[in-house]
């Protein structure tokens, strides 16, 4: 079971922290007394008069520092990783009870416009999003979110699949993957401003530099020694360094430009480094796999190794935002120059591809939050989408944002054009909850994801909802006038040809008018909707628009009920056929104190 193997491999984790912890503790100590040791000894040497001996235990004392300081620093590394491993498998253990410990919810890409994201909790606390999300660079977080927004067509659902399926098994692999991203939180910048300076046409330095940046640092350095050995005064040094900020003001214009593009991001390139090594790792033959596999390639090089190198030099740029340094070496070396050098290299090398990469390494890390809530959900169903005429086959199919085991799956199929199923209910029986069933199943099973389900068919359509309708002060619209809107809007869709079909899912259709007028209405826009390609549901209290099954062959009646049993209202959230013959609104207002009679 999955939620033992997450508890297990926590545990696993979590004792593996604590003993780099223990040892990260043991080894600071042994620094600290390495350090003080060394100062001490060649302080006795010194009063000795012990100069030579000194300086070696100097030369000694500093490498042995050196060492026991990268051995410090590979210790924290696996005690950080461990960390996240074991954050990372309590995190998944928490998602199967629809909890959430990312604070990502995706909200900064709800449109109240989208045909069906607010409807579906495609994102916000308690959303799709959340339940998926295993990004977490910029444009992995992008891709997914994409993903949920767009539906696919058959073929790119069926690739994604493809490469879910041999992700799914590859738990050690998809883990690590993850961790690697969670050690640097700046991971999740944008990279816009580093491609951008990455595919901007390169404008060559000046050619003297390439001469310059090595004879006048070693010239400098000449007149130092000499000025130290009493050979030059102290003004000829000044001047060596005025010709140095004369050769640099040449540059500063560009230099500052480049670090501003690539500070940002600068810092967050060794934990890419670390995720392109990882996926340079991964196994598989799906076409998509291989393709990923494919883009993250650099002339005969590992992509990580030539991201390594952008690292190196960006972080090395960078340097120069440091005043005392720019001062006290920056100047001395030309550092803005030696870098300058290294970066135009790079980026004639490289910078076209950049791009590539991290949309490559973006869609990885959305097929691996795929699989990772396949994974979670090993009884949930690969749908079948294929093309066709549209088709919703469902069996025993639940709300993917309830856990598991508690809610209440229901069937129905849904089979051509200009078909209505209209499900009439009682209230809180369950009617917005199962067209938010279907409608969020299929959101999932077009972005390429598991369904929960025990059996799933369906053919590429464009979703189309109107549940939540508000009003809203700042456009001075009623909440009723909002819904024409979004009504209009399913109309104009359903009009257009040669394109994906509609599956629409309405939800008490015209709440916000008379009776008479919401019945008038609504019977209209069924009847309109029928003669185009859309298809689709329809919830509603009014039992007279049932009765267009009469006389018509495009509408099916499916509904839920209630019973009092022993005072209390009990639901079962069934789907039934037929229409609804009992509704509890009298019994829930008595319930509440309101004294309704009998006339």
């Known amino acids: 079971m999955p939620q033992t193997t997450f508890h297990q491999r926590q545990e696993q984790f979590s004792l593996a922290e604590a003993a780099a912890q223990r040892q990260h503790n043991q080894l600071a100590f042994w620094r600290l007394v390495w350090f003080i040791g060394s100062v001490a000894i060649i302080w006795l040497l010194i009063r000795l008069d012990q100069q030579l001996a000194a300086v070696a235990t100097l030369i000694i004392g500093s490498i042995g520092f050196l060492i026991l300081l990268k051995k410090h620093q590979a210790i924290r590394y696996k005690r950080d990783l461990a960390h996240q491993l074991a954050y990372i498998n309590q995190d998944e253990a928490t998602r199967l009870e629809r909890r959430y410990m990312r604070p990502q919810t995706g909200e900064q890409f709800i449109s109240p416009t989208h045909f069906y994201a607010g409807d579906l909790d495609v994102f916000g606390k308690h959303s799709l999003f959340r339940l998926l999300n295993r990004t977490h660079t910029h444009k992995g977080e992008d891709r997914l979110a994409n993903w949920l927004l767009a539906p696919a067509g058959s073929d790119a659902v069926q690739l994604r699949q493809l490469a879910v399926a041999e992700l799914v098994p590859q738990l050690e692999w998809r883990q690590q993957f993850e961790a690697l991203a969670y050690l640097e939180e700046t991971i999740g910048r944008s990279p816009d401003a ?5 595919t901007n046409p390169v404008s060559p330095l000046p050619g003297y ?6 004879l006048f640092p ?4 000449g007149i130092f020694i000499a000025w130290l050995t009493g050979y030059v005064p102290g003004l000829a040094v000044i001047a060596a360094l005025g010709v140095h900020g004369f050769v640099l003001s040449q540059t500063v214009a560009r230099a500052k430009e480049a670090s501003e593009q690539t500070h940002e991001i600068s810092v967050a390139l060794r934990a890419f480094q670390g995720l392109f090594r990882q996926a340079e790792g991964l196994t598989g ?13 650099a002339g005969g ?21 440091n005043p005392y340094f720019a001062l ?11 870098y300058l050098f290294g970066l135009e290299r790079w980026k004639n090398q490289y910078g076209a591809n950049i791009a590539q990469w991290l949309e490559a390494l973006g869609e990885l890390e959305a097929l691996n939050s795929l699989a990772g809530f396949a994974y979670a959900h090993p009884t949930y169903t690969t749908p079948d989408v294929t093309d066709g005429q549209l088709t919703l086959d469902i069996t025993s199919t639940a709300h993917p944002l309830l856990p598991p085991g508690r809610s209440v799956a229901n069937s129905l199929q849904l089979v051509g054009a200009g078909q209505t199923v209209l499900i009439t209910g009682s209230n809180m029986s369950g009617k917005s909850t199962f067209l938010r069933t279907v409608g969020a199943n299929i959101v999932l099973a077009l972005a390429g994801g598991v369904v929960s389900a025990k059996q799933f068919r369906c053919s590429p359509v464009r979703v189309f909802t109107s549940m939540r309708t508000q009003d809203s002060l700042e456009e001075s619209t009623s909440s009723f006038y909002a819904e024409l809107k979004r009504l209009q809007t399913l109309i104009g869709l359903s009009k257009q040809t040669n394109t994906v079909p509609v599956l629409y899912f309405l939800d008490e259709i015209l709440k916000g008018t008379n009776s008479a007028d919401r019945h008038r209405g609504a019977e209209a826009l069924i009847r309109q909707l029928h003669r185009t390609s859309a298809s689709g549901f329809v919830s509603t209290h009014d039992l007279e628009l049932g009765q267009l099954t009469d006389a018509s062959d495009f509408v099916r009646n499916f509904h839920f009920q209630s019973d009092l049993v022993n005072g209390e209202l009990v639901f079962d959230y069934k789907l039934r056929t037929g229409i609804c013959k009992s509704f509890n609104a009298s019994q829930l207002m008595r319930a509440i104190g309101i004294e309704v009679g009998e006339h």
């Open 194 to 198: 580093l491609v951008q300076w990455a």
């Open 209 to 214: 530099l390439k001469i310059v940046r090595y």
């Open 328 to 338: 006290l070496f920056g100047i001395a070396t030309l550092w803005d120059v030696q």
């Open 218 to 221: 070693a010239i400098t350095l």
């Open 301 to 321: 090089r590992p992509v990580s190794d030539v991201v390594g190198q952008l690292a190196k030099l960006t972080e090395g740029l960078n340097f120069r935002r």
């Open 285 to 297: 033959d799906a076409v998509r796999i291989r393709a990923i596999r494919q883009a993250l390639t």
